[in-house]
């Protein structure tokens, strides 16, 4: 799309709960800014059904905060002339639960796992996955498309002139289930077919009748090659045509919006990828929600994306217990506490999602919790951004040693340049050591790595935006959106607590002026912080022993020029995996110890 | 500014709820407007395609997909009984006793016969699938083919929580105060059928033994997380329940622990002792809330006077209202509002947050609490 020049814009992205809006104004220096926001709950269900109340009640906000004239009744004035109007309105969308998939292919490893990344890529929920090798019986596969009401299926299987027994056996199965589409009572089920080209005929056989069929590119045309574009392109177009036009008021607003509105995953995931491409660097982010945590990597230009549907700080905080275990929960808790008491305070938390922490210990309790909420959806993530599966390779007698195999996660924490995190938990923790300090335990991060967060969920509108105007959006993502926490330095390798790790020299300069230089040794299982600025820079130069590695190879130096932050300079000698001694009472002291050297509660 | 409060739970003495009752497909409805009915009566029946089989005739008659046609003794669309022939191959040497002869496992149809992938799949017949009109009421309207709504004047509380489906029964005080804890010996065999009061908790082993007495259901303040394990057999993850396998349904009126009961609504259930009421534990805790519900049903004069509630949740909190505090240091603390400051501030956690000022009822103290941890009480 040609970018479009513009001055004044508005974007909203309409959440399950809220609907938040910004505006976005060129200043006189001629540089984008984000000024004003406003929010109000989103009203895709009764008494209201129409998701553009909540709109116009969001875009009423920004009225009176900014003095703006953006509306004239129920309508977005454009242009913007002076104080009145906008040029643009964009829209993302996670509203009544997002766009929710199920896919399937032939197999489970294979184009299963490509249908997946897809359907994730392109900002969906996976409901299920379906396989002809996934165990289930034929009779258990139709009865659970059957009892899914999908907004939508993605079927493939069978690399390009491969096998066709297996997809139209799926395809049978989905037709056999006749299943309902979750909105809407009127319109066939979308189904995507993205498999083997010379099944294409017998597909529509099958679902041509029973079913909206369309057909795209095959996901995985050989077993070497994924081409997942084609598919995610059809998703979001069919996420807008027919799904978001059964939703509620959706209707309306596709006619106030100038370019689709995106599934919200899906245009942050496009952010994430774009900023990886422009900076040629590897990037990681992190949305953790109520209900849901989304993960976002791109590694060597590979972008992957996971949803864990049922990891989140509100709806779904008690299955976090459920998942993590009460000793994981606890591990990070610092104080004496009743494990039925816990258990008690995280259910009332499931059943009043919406309360927040008003004591410290209860702080301190979600912030731990929300620790294991990350490492479990990073753990899911690490397990689907793998290279693919089943390709043939040639192995050499290094990689026999070393067990080297196709499917190898691409996540790579040494090579990670950039991690954003999102989500209440970690925009709005009360001071952003907080943040840091929990993104750094759950990734664990590995050599240098900077951190950042997104300041107030603004990552969507800013991931539409891209699709419009690229300048525009980068510049709000780099002076508004991203707030720089630091940098963390952590080495890769283990010893005992008390041993020699590293040797640090750090030059911290302010301006043209320079700081006294720090130089001192840190033995293993600590984690220090050097406060600095956001306008501080410093010469870096990190020595490990033998045992550790900082990102040039066992015992080698590492000098970096890192840029300071909001909470500044990090390096963390714990080793990785974290690890906990079994005595209750070590354990308290040890991470009252850490707590206490990053200053995150006093 | 948008709100921000939770609207709290409904305790209405007196209402006239609406009750849509549809069926997940059409099918055939069997009430009209302005019909009396009562909770156990079906108003709407329908047939749901029901499970299927596939079977691999291709291998089991060692033939090619394509040639499958050649080989199946029914047509898709045909009728087949257990056991009957379906499919069967060539005698070999015209000797019978050579013959794989594939049968039907069910009584059903055959749905498909693929040449690609050489299966039949037989569905059984359809079953049949029927909605109750859950309260005693009136056919307010219908949607034909669909379901109907029903109309019934009503006391209506809303729990915070429960488990187990829709069920009917007569309401029985067994404790007789808000804090009281049910006890064993509270539970007795003439119980069975009726729906239990309770006051501030019932325990694990307390309410295995009302599901073994036989009893429709417990309303009680507050319940254990390990309790709530218990009786589940796995952990909660997320609060969707309704659809339980347990003799009897729960709801909990204020959270997790023990609770006592907010003394409006224990005394508007103790008013009520005796009479019939409709309980459902379904809850739902996303978009859509759905809560947990106790319906008691009105008749004669009292349904007559019964007039729906106007709902203050469009008008935000008020000074004045009548609050509960939903988070500790103050759970479960009711309280009157008495002053909203609009600014932030900050509280010990050190979050700048919009706060209100709360007159606990039971000491007078004046407490500072995040606004999203207050909740309405709703009269």
Redesign the interface.
């Known amino acids: 799309m040609e970018e479009k020049e513009l001055n004044v814009i508005i974007a909203t992205d309409c959440g399950?709960?809220?609907t938040k809006a910004i505006l976005i104004e060129k200043n006189e220096k001629g540089e984008y800014r984000q000024t004003f926001r406003g929010?109000?709950?989103?009203t895709?269900?009764e008494p209201y059904n129409d998701v553009t109340r909540g709109v116009l009640?969001s875009l009423q906000?920004v009225e009176e905060l900014s003095g703006r004239k953006i509306l004239d009744g129920d309508k977005i004035i454009h242009p913007a002339r002076g104080k009145v109007g906008v040029d643009i309105y964009i829209s993302t969308s996670s509203?009544?639960?997002g766009l929710q998939m199920l896919v399937a292919g032939a197999v489970k490893a294979m184009t299963a796992e490509s249908a997946q990344r897809a359907a994730l890529g392109a900002g969906a929920i996976v409901m299920d996955v379906l396989a002809s090798n996934d165990g289930r019986l034929?009779?258990q596969k139709?009865?659970r498309i059957?009892s899914l009401r999908p907004d939508m299926i993605l079927l493939s299987g069978g690399t390009d002139g491969g096998t066709?027994?297996h997809v139209?056996?799926l395809a049978?199965f989905i037709?056999?289930?006749?299943p309902?589409p979750r909105l809407g009572h009127t319109y066939t089920l979308p189904v995507i077919y993205a498999g083997n080209t010379a099944a294409q005929e017998?597909i529509r056989k099958v679902l041509g009748k029973k079913t909206t069929l369309y057909v795209t590119d095959n996901i995985r045309p050989t077993l070497e090659r994924e081409n997942l574009f084609p598919a995610r392109q059809k998703i979001q177009d069919l996420f807008m045509e027919h799904v978001m036009a059964q939703a509620p008021g959706y209707g309306k607003l596709k006619e106030w919006v100038e370019v689709s509105i995106m599934p919200t995953p899906g245009a942050v995931g496009y952010l994430i990828h774009a900023v990886a491409e422009e900076e040629h660097i590897n990037v990681m982010g992190v949305d953790i929600g109520g209900?849901t945590t989304d993960i976002f990597s791109d590694f060597d230009g590979i972008f992957n994306r996971t949803v864990s549907a049922?990891l989140g700080m509100s709806?779904?905080i008690?299955?976090v217990?459920?998942?993590a275990g009460l000793d994981n929960v606890l591990r990070w808790v610092p104080f004496d506490m009743d494990e039925?008491?816990l258990?008690?305070?995280?259910?009332?938390k499931?059943?009043?999602?919406?309360?927040?922490?008003?004591?410290?210990n209860?702080?301190i309790i979600e912030q731990a919790l929300a620790r294991e909420a990350l490492r479990l959806a990073f753990e899911q993530h690490k397990l689907l951004a793998v290279g693919l599966k089943g390709v043939q390779r040639i192995r050499s007698v290094s990689d026999t040693f070393t067990q080297t195999a196709s499917g190898e996660t691409l996540v790579d924490m040494m090579k990670l340049n950039l991690f954003i995190g999102s989500g209440g938990i970690l925009s709005?923790a009360?001071?952003r050591s907080q943040a840091m300090m929990m993104m750094i335990d759950s990734f664990q991060p590995l050599g240098f790595t900077r951190l950042a967060v997104d300041s107030i969920f603004m990552m969507p509108h800013l991931g539409v935006l891209a699709s419009v105007n690229k300048a525009a959006a980068k510049e709000v993502f780099e002076k508004d959106c991203l707030i720089p926490l630091g940098t963390c330095v952590a080495p890769k390798g283990a010893a005992k607590p008390g041993a020699p790790c590293l040797h640090v020299k750090i030059h911290i300069h302010s301006g043209d002026k320079a700081k006294p230089p720090v130089t001192e040794s840190i033995p293993v299982g600590e984690i220090r912080l050097y406060p600095m600025t956001l306008e501080e820079k410093a010469e870096v130069e990190v020595t490990p022993t033998r045992r550790f590695d900082v990102g040039a190879g066992f015992g080698r130096t590492v000098k970096k020029v890192v840029q300071g932050g909001r909470v500044g300079l990090v390096v963390d000698t714990r080793g990785r995996p974290l690890t906990f001694p079994d005595n209750v009472a070590q354990r308290r002291k040890m991470i009252c110890g850490w707590y206490q050297s990053f200053k995150v509660y006093d | 500014m948008a709100n921000v409060f939770t609207p709290g739970l409904q305790v209405i003495a007196s209402t006239v709820v609406e009750k849509e009752r549809t069926l997940p497909i059409p099918g055939r409805l069997m009430v009209k407007p302005g019909e009396r009915v009562r909770a156990e009566q079906v108003i709407a029946e329908t047939e749901i395609p029901n499970d299927i089989q596939t079977i691999n005739v291709m291998n089991l008659l060692s033939i090619s997909a394509k040639e499958i046609h050649r080989f199946m003794m029914k047509k898709e669309g045909d009728a087949v009984q257990a056991n009957e022939p379906i499919a069967q191959s060539k005698p070999i040497l015209g000797i019978k006793f050579f013959q794989t002869i594939v049968r039907a496992p069910f009584d059903g149809t055959v749905e498909r016969i693929s040449d690609v992938t050489g299966q039949v799949l037989i569905r059984k017949p359809p079953r049949r699938i029927s909605i109750m009109a859950f309260v005693d009421g009136t056919v307010k309207s219908v949607r034909e083919g669909l379901g109907a709504t029903i109309e019934c004047p009503c006391t209506f509380i809303q729990g915070i929580f429960g488990i187990g489906g829709e069920t009917y029964g007569e309401l029985c005080a067994v404790s007789k105060d808000p804090s009281a804890v049910v006890n064993e010996s509270d539970i007795k065999e003439e119980y069975a059928g009726k729906i239990l009061i309770g006051g501030s908790n019932i325990s694990y082993r307390v309410f295995k033994k009302a599901m073994d007495v036989g009893v429709k259901g417990v309303i009680v303040g507050g319940f254990s997380a390990k309790d709530l394990k218990a009786v589940l057999g796995y952990e909660l993850g997320v609060a969707v329940t309704g659809d339980e396998d347990i003799p009897t349904t729960l709801i909990v009126t204020e959270g997790f622990g023990r609770m006592a009961m907010a003394k409006r609504t224990f005394d508007l259930l103790l008013k009520n002792n005796g009479r019939r009421a409709s309980i459902s534990g379904h809850t739902q805790i996303r978009a859509g809330v759905m809560r947990p519900e106790i319906i008691i049903h009105f008749s004669g004069d009292e349904a007559a006077k019964a007039m729906p509630h106007a709902t203050k949740a469009e008008s935000g909190i008020m000074l004045g209202d009548e609050t509960r505090i939903i988070r500790e240091p103050y759970f479960g603390r009711l309280g009157t509002l008495i002053e909203l400051p609009p600014d932030l501030t900050q509280i010990e956690t050190e979050s700048h947050v919009r706060i209100m000022k709360v007159k606990l009822s039971d000491t007078g103290e004046v407490v500072t609490v995040p606004r999203a941890n207050v909740e309405r009480i709703e009269v």
């Not at chain 1, 929010?39 to 989103?42: C, F, G, H, I, L």
């Not at chain 1, 037709?175 to 006749?178: F, G, H, P, S």
């Not at chain 1, 499931?350 to 410290?360: F, G, Y």
């Open positions: 399950s709960t809220t929010e109000a709950p989103t895709v269900e009640n906000e509203a009544g639960g034929p009779h139709i009865a059957r066709v027994t139209v056996e049978e037709a056999a289930a006749d309902r017998n209900a049922n709806y779904s008690s299955n217990l459920a998942e039925d008491d258990a008690n305070r995280i259910k009332n499931m059943i009043r999602p919406t309360t927040i922490p008003h004591t410290k209860e702080l709005h009360p001071r």
